[in-house]
């Protein structure tokens, strides 16, 4: 099993990108993209509503850092330290040696390659530094956009579930994308 300390937090670097732990200065552009309705169109829970409701969010997710449950960064462009997505592994599985990928961005930084270069750091750092087998992202099969940017970075289509989450008032199907740590 897996054993993982995210007590000397990693800041990642790309690039273009720096990938850093989430302050108190993110709350405003986290809240920007919580709160954002075509962001959270393919992610099944409901939109922010208020700065308090973030900074409750960032609580947990320190909480959950400081216990190695998870580990999440803010994706800032080199050079500023304005957060402009998310990206992080949110379910992890010591037993397994796996986790669950997911990221988002602002519309204004969408289709610039900024999530493929994320994604490849988080990625690597994962396989190298947490000694990951695999890692899996479980996608809105609608989310075009995202399952390519998936496919563009290695993953596979590993299944589809037909109705297999309910949210809203109605039955929604996932795709499960993954990548195996071949050593390279």
């Known amino acids: 099993m897996l054993t993982l300390d995210f007590t000397a937090f990693p800041e990642l670097h790309t690039d273009r990108l720096t990938l850093r732990r989430a302050d108190a200065t993110d709350i405003q552009q986290l809240y920007r993209l919580r709160a ?3 962001i959270m169109k393919y992610i099944p829970r409901p939109p922010a509503t208020s700065l308090d409701e973030i900074a409750e969010f960032l609580r947990l997710t320190d909480e959950k850092i400081a ?11 080199k050079g500023d330290p ?8 949110y379910y992890i599985k010591p037993e397994h040696y796996r986790a669950e990928i997911g990221y988002m ?3 204004e930084f969408q289709g610039k390659g900024y999530v ?8 690597n750092y994962g396989f190298k530094a947490m000694g990951l087998h695999s890692i899996e992202a479980v996608v809105d099969p609608e989310n075009i956009a995202s399952c390519a940017v998936l496919e563009k970075c290695g993953f596979v289509k590993e ?3 037909k ?7 109605k039955f929604l ?4 994308y993954s990548k195996l740590n071949k050593g390279s």
């Open 36 to 38: 954002d309705e075509q």
């Open 67 to 77: 216990a190695n449950e998870m580990i999440n960064w803010m994706i800032t462009v």
């Open 82 to 89: 304005t957060m402009i997505g998310t990206i992080g592994f």
């Open 105 to 107: 961005l602002l519309p």
């Open 116 to 123: 493929t270069e994320a994604i490849a750091a988080v990625v």
């Open 159 to 161: 299944a589809y579930f």
């Open 163 to 169: 109705e297999n989450e309910f949210y809203n008032g």
């Open 173 to 176: 199907d996932t795709v499960v």
